[in-house]
């Protein structure tokens, strides 16, 4: 699905991310963990296409296209999506308005036919129930005045109504209340099939038992430092990150 | 005063003279009284410049030295030349001025028996209708502003509209003003004047559009009484040509427990000045009002208004925004005033602008004069750019950049014209708005 080479990347001069390599596969679900400022935030903006960034060296590949030379609308159609650490409030932009827009101009690239105004609303609906948010949230403005659970949901939302095909959720599950956290991670495992793929970026090992990752990854210092399995989470979560900054610290 | 102001002044007075000779039988009408009566105020008054304070901003050079001669041909238009401006289901009372003279043929107003009157004003100065001579330059006050005088002693005509008490009109009232001025210049004067009587409903919607290019000012008035629990809504969209010099002055009166809301979209014009006067004259009135506006090229919008609370327990909530590019220049000036007596008072204004160019510039001039102790009174102007942030977000989920800055343009605009409740009328808007931004902007 993606495939991360080598990548540096740069701001203002600072490197941030100092060669990562990362494979993901179709059907897999990857963690990556890791203390603030190691650069997780980075990475999914990278992805997404983020202007503020130097990419210094290295390449990424998704779906066979090299993403680099892609505008970030492009690689959205091509089915990478970013649930936002920090989604944006758009005041006077209604949801609903911005998804119709957002769904049709992603079936208009793959030359598919838009929906009309009754079949997005039953669309709607349906993925509304998924996260179990109310249907009157398609009136607000875009995230304006949500409380920081809802504004994680409505990223889980969207998620959901442009089934794409990679899914990097940057600390969704941070500020959630325990149910808000079962209800996001039900959403995820709803929408996971063989041929979509999830990259979880999250401080907490408790949203990965709901959420069951194939591979996690520690990040740290722009570099990926140690991967393994969920119980990487665990010893993490159990002992911090103070090994793993020994460890490097003594390479 | 400089000569080319006192030039002018004598054109206009020169005018009047001759036109009172071409007058005869209605020289004795009452409405010739106060004509002359607004000539002699015009008479002893100056026209403003840059060092007039309340004109700071906006430079009438432009338009004084252009002393543009009255219109005297009236275009022969047909309802075919003027239909891509209806708006299918809108109003059942539709009064058509082109270059501020009305043309029946082109209007439809209904007949009613219970009392309402829609009618050219005109006319009812010539039949001496009691309501209009009740109300006429009552409110707008000619002898303090000399637009004002002027388009008193020159009234022509406007629409007159007369809602009798307890009377809820559920469709609105349309006046659609056009201008052809095929390229000749031309100054017209519109009056209009709305009377809502005790506990009636009524919208009324005022638009202004073009057929032709050319030159012209538009002195225009309406004046509005607001009666107790009366409620009247004024929408207007103004799509003049660019090349257009336009002064308006609105004036409402609201008595007790009565409400105006009023929303105002300029897109045309080169000088536009919105001059707004609400007098909360009853106790527990109140007003809403609100302003959008488009500056590109080298278009300068200035709106200029002035709350007056006069009594306990009123509120008023104004926001005015607009999007400047190119060279475009806004200007709002808000004068809050608070009487001694009018506690309670609650009075929000809010003046936000959006700049898309280097050179667009916005000058905000916040004004309270509160005497009251009582009072909750805010202001604010911000001016700001398109946020990156929202831009990224919009395409992180397929949306083009461009699509991207337009739908954030509009959203910037959609908080005014949510306000409109008639949907196709805020779909149309929308669209104008749309259409300009990508255009333009
Ligand atoms: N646009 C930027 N300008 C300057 N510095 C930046 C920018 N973006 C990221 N950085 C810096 O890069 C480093 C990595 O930031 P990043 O947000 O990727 O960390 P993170 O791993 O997501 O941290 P957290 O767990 O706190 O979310 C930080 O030191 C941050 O200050
Ligand atoms: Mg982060």
Redesign the interface.
């Known amino acids: 699905m993606i495939e991360i080479k080598n990548l540096k990347v740069s701001v203002e001069g600072n490197e941030i991310l100092k060669g990562i390599n990362l494979s993901v596969k179709a059907g897999e679900i990857h963690a990556i963990m890791g203390p603030n400022g190691s650069g997780k935030s980075t990475l999914a903006n990278v992805l997404?296409?983020?202007?503020d960034y130097d990419i210094t060296e290295g390449s990424i590949t998704f779906m066979g296209n090299d993403l680099i030379e892609m505008?970030?609308?492009d690689?959205?159609?091509e089915g990478l999506?970013?649930a936002?650490q920090y989604?944006?409030?758009?005041?006077?932009?209604r949801m609903a308005n911005?998804?119709k827009?957002?769904?049709n101009?992603?079936r208009k690239?793959h030359g598919q036919k838009t929906y009309d105004a009754r079949e997005f609303l039953q669309k709607m609906r349906e993925k509304l129930k998924l996260v179990e948010m109310d249907e009157k949230f398609l009136s607000r403005?875009?995230n304006d005045g949500f409380s920081g659970g809802e504004k994680k949901r409505n990223e889980i939302f969207?998620m959901a109504m442009?089934e794409p095909h990679l899914s990097i959720l940057d600390e969704t599950d941070s500020g959630l209340d325990i149910d808000a956290l079962k209800i996001v991670a039900n959403g995820v495992n709803k929408l996971r099939t063989k041929e979509n793929a999830f990259i979880v970026v999250t401080h907490y090992q408790r949203l990965l038992n709901y959420i069951v990752p194939d591979v996690v990854h520690v990040l740290y210092q722009g570099k990926i430092v140690e991967s393994g399995d969920k119980e990487l989470a665990m010893h993490l979560e159990e002992h911090g990150y103070d090994w793993v900054k020994e460890e490097s610290a003594t390479v | 005063m400089n000569a080319q102001d006192s030039n002018l002044k004598d054109s206009y007075i020169k005018l009047f003279n001759r036109h009172e000779t071409e007058l005869n039988g209605s020289r004795e009408k009452p409405v010739h009284a106060l004509r002359k009566d607004a000539l002699s105020n015009f008479k002893r008054m100056e026209f403003p410049s840059t060092r007039t304070e309340d004109w700071k901003y906006t430079d009438l050079t432009p338009v004084l030295k252009r002393n543009f001669p009255f219109q005297s041909k009236q275009p022969k238009i047909r309802s075919s030349d003027i239909y891509t401006y209806d708006i299918p289901g809108l109003a059942e009372n539709t009064l058509v001025f082109i270059n501020g003279i009305f043309y029946e043929s082109l209007s439809s107003i209904q007949k009613s028996s219970n009392g309402i009157i829609i009618s050219p004003l005109q006319l009812l100065l010539q039949n001496g209708n009691r309501f209009v001579y009740d109300h006429l330059a009552k409110y707008a006050e000619y002898h303090k502003e000399i637009f004002t005088a002027l388009n008193t002693a020159f009234i022509q005509d406007g629409a007159f509209i007369y809602i009798p008490s307890e009377t809820r009109l559920k469709k609105p009232i349309q006046i659609l003003n056009i201008s052809d001025p095929k390229g000749m210049p031309f100054q017209s004067f519109h009056r209009n004047l709305i009377v809502s009587e005790r506990g009636s409903q009524v919208t009324v919607i005022e638009r202004q559009h073009h057929l032709s290019q050319g030159e012209y000012l538009h002195n225009s008035v309406t004046e509005i009484v607001v009666g107790d629990e009366a409620h009247t809504t004024l929408i207007t969209l103004q799509e003049e040509t660019r090349d257009s010099f336009l002064i308006k002055r609105t004036q409402a009166k609201l008595n007790r427990n009565s409400r105006f809301n009023h929303l105002a979209v300029d897109l045309g014009g080169n000088i536009v000045r919105n001059n707004l006067g609400i007098s909360l004259n009853g106790e527990n009135s109140e007003t809403h009002l609100f302003g959008f506006y488009l500056a590109s090229g080298n278009q300068h919008v200035d709106n200029h208004t002035n709350i007056d609370h006069l009594q306990p327990h009123c509120d008023s909530n104004e926001l005015y925004k607009g999007i400047l590019n190119d060279r475009g220049r806004g200007v709002f000036s808000g004068t809050i005033y608070v009487a001694r007596d009018a506690q309670k008072t609650n009075a929000f204004q809010s003046n936000r602008s959006l700049l898309l160019s280097d050179e667009a510039e916005v000058d905000s001039k916040p004004q309270l004069k509160i005497f009251a102790d009582d009072v909750k009174c805010t202001h604010g102007a911000t001016i700001g750019q398109i946020d990156d942030e929202a831009v990224f977000y919009l395409q992180q989920r397929g949306i083009s950049k461009a699509d991207a800055f337009t739908l954030l343009r509009s959203a910037f605009a959609g908080e005014i014209i949510e306000n409109i409740e008639i949907s196709e009328l805020r779909e149309y808007i929308h669209l104008k708005i749309k259409d300009r931004l990508i255009e333009e902007f």
Do not use: K, N, T, W
């Open positions: 997404a296409g983020r202007e505008a970030p609308e690689r959205a159609r999506f970013l936002f989604p944006v409030e758009i005041p006077g932009v911005f998804l827009h957002a769904v101009e992603v690239y403005s875009v969207q442009l």
